[in-house]
DNA sequence: ACGGATGTGTGACCTACATCACTTTCGAAA
DNA sequence: TTTCGAAAGTGATGTAGGTCACACATCCGT
């Protein structure tokens, strides 16, 4: 699908703006292409953008003092990316972003962001459903971890996104898991 | 404070209402007191509010099938709780929310919210920004699960919420880590 | 002041997962 | 087809934290 319908039919879910009004807001946002392994964000920048996923997967995760990888998100089309945090607070980025495959993203900076939440309100509307459902998928996610073994949260993974099986290696998986890849591959 | 001049500053940092617009948004609260102990949602309900809290101490958990507790969150004066899973969807409450303390709350049902946000636009965006700040709580609690040993996050919890290391006791503090008061009790 | 919850410390073990080292598989470039 | 590098499996061993059991403390209602 191309960008601007893959937006435009993501929005509708949520919030309801007539033609010109979408086009106001789509107006805002640059395409941009990607290639597989190129970063988006990386540790220490600043943050200006968020990103739409039209084509491809990203990941954004986290790099600790020993190099070990820890993945908070795969973003797949009609997913949105980002180091929040930092977008948010303008702080330097902690997390990074990359791309897992060739990607195609839509991207809105945080100013006008805020300037088209303000203009439009069905669009404040959308945001605020949107990190509802973040909200709480983190939450979830934070109540498996601390509740389920491994093996169990993997399966609820494949589950969950079925897609991801073909798309990212286990050690990405593993990252994702907080696990060791040698502990995933004994299942 | 009182209910609303507490709710009142609370909004006050991240929307601009009117006085006239503010008392149209406190009209669709009510108070409510809760003893020590009490439960505000548990299991099963059917969850129709999510509850601002004016004074005392909430926390929000989760049971497992081996009757293991663990907490998604302690709520404090001008914190928020709910099950918002269960709100949002409209689904039964699988996360309970009881009083640690003697409590007071003001208590705004799931349509009424969606009334307000729907009528003052500054109202959505307090909302938006609500949410936000529980989305990347919940990402670098996430992450700090993931890359922290339980000491550190122990330490990191009292540095950030010196209230509760009076408020809460050993055993909640472990259930909120994840780990058994056991393993907390020996640092 | 008593007795029973309820919280907290501690010892002895157990287990899930990490780590390190090596091997095998597989896919893409030459 | 060969070669090379990355991804994936596997064995041996270490360790953080879990579990069970019991000992003290409190706190609170009668």
Redesign the interface.
């Known amino acids: 699908m191309e960008a601007k319908e893959s937006l435009k039919t993501h929005i509708a879910k949520t919030a309801s703006l007539t033609d010109d009004e979408f086009d106001h807001f789509f107006s805002h946002f640059k395409s941009r292409r990607f290639q597989k392994g190129q970063f988006i964000i990386s540790g220490g920048d600043i943050v200006d953008s968020e990103y739409f996923v039209v084509a491809g997967c990203l990941k954004s995760f986290?790099i600790?003092d020993d190099m070990?990888m820890?993945i908070?998100q795969f973003a797949m089309p009609t997913w949105w990316a980002s180091d929040?945090?930092a977008l948010?607070?303008h702080t330097k980025a902690t997390i990074n972003v990359d791309c897992i495959t060739d990607a195609e993203v839509l991207c809105l900076s945080n100013d006008d962001r805020e300037k088209i939440?303000?203009e439009l309100?069905q669009v404040?509307?959308f945001?605020?459903w949107r990190?509802?459902k973040?909200?709480?998928a983190?939450?979830?996610?934070?109540?498996s971890?601390?509740?389920n073994n491994v093996k169990y949260r993997y399966e609820e993974l494949l589950k969950l996104y079925p897609e991801l099986h073909d798309t990212v290696g286990k050690n990405l998986i593993a990252a994702y898991l907080?696990v060791s890849r040698e502990t995933l591959s004994r299942l």
């Open positions: 986290f600790n070990k820890f908070l929040y945090n948010y607070n939440c303000s309100h404040e509307h945001f605020r990190t509802n973040g909200y709480v983190a939450q979830k996610r934070l109540l971890f601390m509740n907080g």
